[in-house]
């Protein structure tokens, strides 16, 4: 016992060392980055949480030193197979290698790697050494899952930056590309890395994708439509019919606000917004604004009158049709959720049919996001919030890069600043570095309610607008379109909560993620979904007995969405009925920057 005791005297003294180093960084970083901001997000949570994970590996190294002989022995013996499979190949004996890069890993894919020997053994050694890092880590004892998430999460952040493709001189890809152009990637890639820095003033981010391709308006969100109402958080978009005749009951879309509304129009060829019109929908779009300080104040309940329920009113106004559909996705579908339970509160019944697209209504597992959702990571993010009175939508987008790091910033990174290739033109990257900021009380109110306390589903828990709303109460039929490879809005999370929704509910899981499950159009006869009536249980047992089919949703939801559509009536013109055409689709909220709403 004294032994142990002395171990966690130990452990605690030089836990407080790198704290105190952690410190020291923090203060000279703050000098050398000056008013760029990216400190500001960091010390919300980053850092400290990064001292804490740190520090309680530090304990555990010193309090199971049995433990980590283990691991140090088969470490030695990896790298003992590896010293073989060096001098085998210096005698030109082919041998498999020790350490294979993992099959979705493409940092290692190039020739070089393999072909020349140091750099061949140095990323096997890399891989060896992370492997056995990031498995230290996960078989730590007594840590409860949640905080073993979150310090494997910030392992993988240390192992995936420490990479040597990261480096100049330790990627012999970027090395022979120096020396083939004399430098000039070097130069192209600093020309790059300047450019990104001040596209991002106050918060880098790295260059996705070649911005100059894309322009909101002349390729992106081009399906000709008219803005038909405004006030200080949405801009209401109804798009110009393409058929003779519509359905009667109109179509209203509630994109999430986390991300811009274009999503669902990007290309003519992908729009699913431009699909829903041609399969003559009269549709009607909101587009958030991108909030500044001057909506701090701005929460979960004005979110819901400002949005659903404003739009719902003007959509009536201008097609005088006093029911409707409604479709949410992401963030989108928690408030239409939301919305829908104080609706039967009130008992207004405007909507005749919702659907869910990849939202959250149960967030008892919040998926790879999870690893920010505790009550230190949540303190960190309102004090930076209460100092600005938003979230960075810059910032948002950088903790999402940060699930997939090597996939969404060290790719990058490598491939703009060391290789010096100018980024592709992708028009999906492109909105994806086009974020929105959140005001501070509602994005508050988000995090605690929903994620970190999963009030949503319980009866009668939240109050909005005066009104407890409950979940099981609804009674609206409902379809729910998750995504198998989801790692935002976990399917069998989705699942959970269209469990606990009220009335008739018929789920759909789609293959791939959450953007390519949802934006899946017909032409490209792409992945599958799966369906499976009437609802199990459990998830599990409801895909054992699901129907696979092949291609897109898209044509499924659309038979689907007919028994709730009402007859057939003339096309109605935007600016026809009582509301006047404010401006041209897709208006001008959708223009303004992260930065720009800044100010």
């Known amino acids: ?47 400290s949480e990064m001292s804490d994970a740190y520090r309680t590996m530090a304990k555990d190294l010193l309090l199971h030193p049995w433990r980590l002989a283990e691991a140090e022995l088969e470490l030695a013996r990896k790298h003992t197979d590896l010293g073989t499979y060096t001098v085998a190949r210096l005698y030109g004996v082919d041998k498999k290698p020790v350490a294979p890069a993992d099959t979705d890993d493409r940092r290692f894919n190039a020739e070089e790697w393999h072909k020349y020997l140091p750099f061949d053994v140095l990323h096997q050694a890399y891989l060896i050494n992370s492997r056995a890092f990031l498995d230290w880590v996960e078989n730590m004892e007594g840590i409860p899952p949640a905080g073993r998430e979150q310090m494997l999460f910030y392992a993988r952040q240390l192992t995936s930056a420490l990479a040597p493709s990261n480096f100049l001189v330790t990627n012999p890809e970027a090395l022979k590309i120096t020396w083939e152009r004399k430098g000039m990637n ?85 729009s699913f917004t431009k699909w829903l019109v041609d399969q003559g929908q009269t549709v009607f779009i909101i587009s958030w604004r991108n909030p500044g300080p001057d909506l701090r104040d701005k929460s979960w309940d004005d979110y819901m009158l400002e949005g659903p329920l404003a739009a719902m009113e003007a959509v009536t106004a201008a097609t005088g049709e006093e029911q409707m559909n409604l479709i949410g996705y992401c963030i989108g579908g928690t408030l239409l959720g939301s919305t829908l339970a104080w609706l039967k ?22 998926g790879g996001i999870g690893v920010f959702i505790n ?31 090597n996939e969404l910033f060290w790719s ?9 290739e100018k980024p592709t033109a992708f028009d999906l990257l492109y909105w994806n570095t086009d974020g929105t900021n959140l005001p501070a009380k509602m994005h508050s109110f988000y995090l605690r309610e929903m994620y970190l306390n999963n009030r949503l589903v319980e009866p009668d828990a939240l109050t909005l607008a005066g009104e407890t709303i409950n979940l099981r109460e609804i009674e609206v039929p409902s379809f729910f379109l998750s995504a198998r490879q989801d790692h935002i809005a976990k399917w069998k999370t989705t ?33 599958s979904y799966w369906t499976n009536d009437p609802m199990k249980p459990d998830a599990d ?18 038979d689907w969405i007919q028994q709730f559509a009402g007859e057939q009536v003339s096309a109605r013109i935007p600016g026809d009925g009582k509301l006047a055409v404010l401006e041209d689709a897709p208006g001008s909220y959708v223009r303004v920057k992260a930065k720009d709403a800044a100010g």
């Open 345 to 366: 509160k009130k008992g207004k019944e405007p909507v005749v049919s919702a659907t869910y697209l990849a939202s959250l209504l149960d967030f008892s597992d919040p």
């Open 412 to 420: 990058f990174w490598t491939n703009s600043y060391l290789k010096g």
């Open 186 to 270: 070097l130069v192209d890639g600093g020309k790059q890395f300047i450019d990104d820095f001040r596209q991002n003033p106050k918060l880098f981010n790295v260059g996705m994708t070649d911005r100059s391709a894309f322009e909101v308006g002349r390729n992106l969100a081009t399906t000709p439509g008219k803005v038909v109402f405004q006030n200080d958080l949405i801009q209401l978009i109804q798009y110009t019919p393409t058929t003779d005749t519509v359905c009667k009951r109109p179509l209203l879309i509630v994109p999430p606000w986390i991300n811009k509304y274009y999503i669902l129009d990007l290309s003519p060829k992908n």
């Open 375 to 405: 009550e230190h990571s949540i303190r960190g993010i309102e004090r930076t919030m209460n100092k600005k009175g938003y979230l960075d939508g810059r910032a948002m987008a950088f903790t999402f890069n940060l699930l997939r790091e």
């Open 495 to 527: 699942y959970k909560g269209a469990l606990v929704h009220g009335g008739n509910v018929h789920f759909v899981l789609s293959g791939s993620g959450h953007i390519a499950g949802v934006i899946n159009p017909p032409y490209k006869e792409k992945y």
């Open 1 to 47: 016992m004294l032994g142990l005791d002395k171990l966690g005297k130990t452990a605690n003294r030089l836990a407080n060392t790198f704290e105190t180093k952690v410190r020291d960084g923090q203060q000279y970083l703050e000098k050398l980055l000056g008013d760029t901001g990216v400190m500001d997000y960091a010390k919300s949570s980053t850092l």
């Open 541 to 558: 047992k409801w895909f054992a007995g699901a129907e696979e089919h092949p291609g897109s949703w898209w044509p499924h939801w659309l």
